[in-house]
Nanobody
Framework: QVQLVESGGGLVQAGDSLTLSCGAS????????MGWFRQAPGKEREFVAG????????DYADSVKGRFTLSGDDAKNTVYLQMNSLKPEDTAIYYC????????????????WGQGTQVTVSS
């Protein structure tokens, strides 16, 4: 069974940058789309960014557009979320997810999830 493993979270100051990684391990089976979601305390899980492997298409939430960049390394089956100009409101647990089909902004449309990595941005 494919497992998703995130890394790269941490505590940073406002304006700093951070890169999250998500690698897939397990069966040699690759989902067609990868997504990043985040969930802050007391809030619902929200879409951050998504990528499709075949076309390289990406999609971003308005709140992160222009600050976050999602990329993928096909050979490593790993995606990277580069987060720049971080703000305190970016503080959340960030989750990587994978699905068949295209990019989706709804969490329930994803088939596999990672364990999450905490990102904390201090002001």
């Amino acid at each position: 069974q494919v497992q998703l493993v995130e890394s790269g979270g941490g505590l940073v100051q406002a304006g700093d940058s951070l890169t999250l990684s998500c690698g897939a391990s397990g069966r040699a089976y690759r989902f067609s789309a990868m997504g990043w979601f985040r969930q802050a305390p007391g809030k619902e899980r929200e879409f951050v960014a998504g990528l499709t492997w075949n076309s390289g298409n990406t999609d971003y939430a308005d709140s992160v557009k222009g600050r976050f960049t999602l990329s993928g390394d096909d050979a490593k089956n790993t995606v990277y979320l580069q987060m720049n100009s971080l703000k305190p409101e970016d503080t959340a647990i960030y989750y990587c997810a994978a699905r068949l089909g295209g990019i989706a902004r709804i969490p329930t449309m994803y088939d596999r999830w990672g364990q999450g990595t905490q990102v904390t941005v201090s002001s």
